[in-house]
């Protein structure tokens, strides 16, 4: 196990409404990334918080936005929910340091729009 | 930015035989090469990684080979197990950056 806990599981939105979902990173780790991950596809990359700062953002609209809290916890927030946001979440820790840059996921949380 | 394509998307092989999943990528700044083994319901997990200053790294059954000069990278499994089954999947990054950009998975199935 990686240390890295996602709440919640499972989540079911319909289209509109808001999400935020949780994510606790690993012991010690400074870097949360969030991840989303379409049905047989690999994980897109959303954006990436260091030490609570915006740290680097993927090709997502602004409704996509994010914080990272001073334990270095994170949440991820989806405003006007779309049919094609639904998709694995996927959080991922890391202590970024060097040439250290190994990431840790957690099991995510899979969102279903309706 | 970097693209990363890997191949095949489904790779199916008799228990004991070896699976070799291939992967290119774009950016020649790209020196950050993990690879990910994602199980049914479950987060994707690092099992191996290779930086740019070397050329092939193993752990048991397991082998990740570079070739800079062609930007292509490649995971190989030896005496492969049922447990093996799961999808796998290549990333790259620049150095630095600690964003890697994945592939789009590859579905291994072991048959016992």
């Known amino acids: 196990e990686t240390g890295v806990t996602q709440s919640p599981t499972h989540l079911i939105k319909t289209r509109g409404q808001q999400v935020t979902l949780r994510c606790s990173s690993q012991?010690?780790?400074?870097?949360v990334s969030w991840y989303q991950q379409a049905l047989g596809q690999g994980p897109q990359f959303i954006f990436q918080y260091y030490r609570e700062e915006e740290n680097g953002r993927g090709n997502f609209p602004p409704r996509f936005s994010g914080l990272q809290f001073p334990n270095y916890s994170s949440e991820l927030n989806v405003n006007a929910l779309e049919l094609d946001d639904s998709a694995l979440y996927l959080c991922?820790?890391?202590?970024?340091?060097?040439?250290?840059?190994?990431?840790?996921f957690g099991s995510g949380t899979q969102l279903s729009v309706l | 930015g970097e693209n990363v394509e890997q191949h095949p998307s489904t790779l199916s092989v008799q228990e004991g035989d070896s699976a070799v999943i291939k992967c290119t990528y774009s950016d020649s700044a790209s020196n950050y090469f993990p690879w990910y083994k994602q199980e049914l319901g479950k987060g994707p997990q690092l099992i191996i990684d290779i930086r740019s200053n070397v050329g092939e790294k193993k752990d048991q059954r397991i082998a990740v080979t570079l070739n800079k000069t062609a930007k292509h990278f490649s995971l190989h499994i030896t005496e492969t197990q049922p447990e093996d089954s799961a999808v796998y999947f290549c990333?790259?990054?620049?150095?630095?950056?600690?964003?890697?950009?994945f592939g789009r998975g590859t579905s291994l199935i072991v048959h016992p």
């Open positions: 012991s010690g780790h400074n870097t």
């Open positions: 990333a790259a990054s620049a150095g630095g950056s600690y964003i890697p950009t």
């Open positions: 991922a820790s890391s202590f970024q340091e060097g040439t250290n840059e190994k990431l840790f």
